[in-house]
C-alpha cells in the first residue's frame, strides 16, 4: 500500500539558542482544526492520535547562496519536486530535491494561540532543533526574516490513507507525519517568494488523479496519490485531461483555480535545456457533460496577494450603509441613463427631420430667388410705368429718361427708408415742375341801397294795386 501524501501550510514560532553550538531550538505551528486553504480537514479527535509520528521527522529546504558575501540575495527555495523512476521498478514517484537542516525532537501536541483577531484558537504544534553549526548560512536567513518580522512560511508533508470526501472538503481519517519544507518568504535576489498553498498543489499533482464525486470515501488505496481541489472537481478533472496530452515531455500542470468562464494553471517543466515555472490563464467553455479549453487564450499570469485591515463593527455599518447608498444612486444612474438614451433618440429623430427639412429648403431656394426676383421686376416695371406717365404729363420725359431719375425710380421699390426717400424725391420734382398760370378776374359793380326804414319791403298784398300803387 502507498498512502497519499498531503501538505498543509505552517509557519515557523520561534528560533531560540541552546548551550550547545551545534543545535538552535525551534517551534512551528503545524495546522489548526478549520478547513485548509485546499480544502483539507483535520479534526482534532484525528489529530490526537496522530501527535506521536511528528517525533524524529526531518525539516528540510532549498538553499540557494549569496551571489558574493555580503550580498544579501540567498534565499530558499521549494520542495524541489520532480518527477523520478523507481530503479527496479521504473514506476513513477514524487521526488523532492532538498537537504535536511534539522528535526522535530518531541511528539506533536496542541496548544492555545491567538488569532489576528484576538480570538483565542487550539492549534497543533511541534518542536525541534535545527543543525546550526552545519547549516549556518541557511539559520543565519532564517534569524534575518524573524528579526525583520518576515513570517517565515513552510510546508507540512503528511502520508494518510483514509479520507472522507464531500462537498468540496477532504476530512483527513488516519495519517501520520512524514516531515515540513521551509519556502522562500520574501522575494529575495532573482528568487521570488513561495506561497505554500500553491506550491503543495504542485507537488501533488504530479502524479496525480482527481476526484470526480461529490461524495467519496477512500480506504487502503494501493498506489494513489490525489490532489486536494479547491472546487469544482469534476470540472477540474476534465480540464486535466483535456490540457496535460498537450504538455510536452517532462512538463507538469497544476490548476490552481477554476472560473465559470477560465482557469489557471501551473505549468512547469524539468526537461533539460527548458525549465520553467509559469502561470497561465485558459479560457473554456462547458456543457453538462464536457469542457472544452480555448488553448489560443493562453496568458501569462501572475498571483497578487494583500493584507487588509480587520474593519470595526461601526465603520463596517458606515461601509454598508454606504454601499446601499452607491446600489441607490447606481439605480437612479441607470434610470437616468434611460431618460438619456430616449431624449437622445428623439434628439437624433429631430436632427435628421431638421436635415431633411435644410435639404428640402437647399432644394426650393433657387425658385424662391426666382420668384422674389420676378416680382421685383414687375414692381419696378409699374413704377416706372407709373413715373413715366406722371413726368410725360408734364412734358418731361427727358428728365424721366436721366440716370438720377431713374435711380431714384428703381429704389421706389425698397421697402425701406431708402425706398421713401425716393418716392419723396420724385414727387417733390414732379411739384416743381407743375407751372401754374395766374389770371386777373374783373368784379362785377354792386348796387346797394341803405333803406333807413327797416320794414317788410315786400307788400303783404299780392294784388296789383298793392304792388305797384305809390
Same mark, same amino acid.
Given at each position: ?262 482557469? +489557471? ?62 446600489t441607490t444612486l447606481k ?38 430667388n426666382q420668384v422674389e426676383q420676378d416680382k421685383l ?58 407751372? +401754374? ?34
Open positions: 500500500m502507498e498512502k497519499k501524501r498531503h501538505v498543509f501550510d505552517i509557519q515557523l514560532n520561534s528560533i531560540t539558542d541552546t548551550d550547545n553550538p551545534t543545535k538552535k531550538e525551534c517551534e512551528f505551528i503545524l495546522h489548526d482544526f478549520e478547513v485548509s486553504h485546499n480544502n483539507a480537514f483535520i479534526s482534532k479527535t484525528t489529530a490526537e492520535k496522530t501527535l506521536h509520528t511528528l517525533k524524529d521527522m526531518p525539516i528540510v529546504c532549498q538553499y540557494f547562496p549569496v551571489s558574493e558575501a555580503g550580498a544579501k540575495d540567498d534565499a530558499l527555495g521549494t520542495h524541489g519536486a520532480y518527477l523520478d523512476e523507481d530503479r527496479d521498478t521504473g514506476e513513477s514517484f514524487v521526488g523532492l530535491n532538498t537537504i535536511p537542516i534539522g528535526v522535530f525532537t518531541e511528539d506533536a501536541y496542541i496548544t492555545t494561540i491567538q488569532d489576528e483577531y484576538g480570538n483565542d484558537k487550539e492549534v497543533v504544534a511541534g518542536k525541534g532543533i535545527l543543525w546550526a553549526s552545519r547549516f549556518p548560512n541557511v539559520i543565519g536567513l532564517l534569524k534575518e526574516w524573524k528579526d525583520a518580522g518576515i513570517p517565515v512560511v513552510s510546508s507540512m508533508e503528511i502520508l494518510y490513507d483514509s479520507y472522507l470526501f464531500k462537498d468540496g472538503v477532504e476530512e483527513i481519517l488516519s495519517y501520520v507525519y512524514e516531515g515540513h519544507c521551509v519556502l522562500n518568504s520574501e522575494n529575495r535576489g532573482n528568487h521570488s517568494k513561495v506561497y505554500p498553498a500553491y506550491d503543495v498543489s504542485k507537488l501533488n499533482k504530479l502524479v496525480a488523479q482527481a476526484i470526480n464525486q461529490h461524495t467519496k470515501e477512500g480506504d487502503n488505496m494501493d498506489k494513489f496519490k490525489k490532489i486536494f481541489e479547491l472546487s469544482h472537481d469534476d470540472i477540474r478533472t476534465q480540464l486535466y485531461n483535456e490540457l496535460d496530452p498537450t504538455l510536452g515531455e517532462r512538463t507538469y500542470s497544476w490548476i490552481a483555480d477554476v472560473f465559470d468562464s477560465y482557469f +489557471v494553471a501551473n505549468i512547469y517543466s524539468y526537461a533539460d535545456g527548458n525549465e520553467f515555472d509559469k502561470y497561465f490563464k485558459f479560457n473554456y467553455t462547458k456543457s453538462d457533460t464536457d469542457v472544452n479549453i480555448d488553448f489560443d487564450s493562453k496568458t501569462e499570469v501572475f498571483l497578487k496577494r494583500n493584507w487588509e485591515e480587520v474593519v470595526p463593527e461601526d465603520i463596517q455599518a458606515q461601509l454598508n450603509e454606504k454601499d446601499n447608498s452607491i439605480n437612479q444612474l441607470n434610470t437616468l441613463s434611460a431618460e438619456k438614451e430616449n431624449i437622445e433618440k428623439k434628439f437624433n429623430n429631430a436632427s435628421e427631420t431638421i436635415i431633411q427639412l435644410n435639404t428640402q429648403v437647399e432644394e426650393l431656394t433657387p425658385f424662391k421686376e414687375k414692381a419696378l416695371n409699374e413704377k416706372k410705368e407709373f413715373y413715366s406717365a406722371k413726368f410725360k404729363a408734364l412734358n418731361a420725359t427727358d428728365k424721366f429718361n436721366e440716370e438720377t431719375v431713374q435711380d431714384l425710380v428703381s429704389k421706389t421699390v425698397l421697402d425701406n427708408e431708402e425706398g421713401q426717400k425716393a418716392i419723396l424725391q420724385l414727387n417733390t420734382m414732379l411739384v416743381d415742375m407743375v407751372v +401754374v398760370e395766374k389770371q386777373t378776374k374783373t368784379e362785377d359793380p354792386v348796387i346797394r341801397e341803405i333803406s333807413s326804414k327797416r320794414e317788410n319791403l315786400i307788400p303783404a298784398s299780392d294784388d296789383f294795386e298793392s304792388r305797384y300803387s305809390n
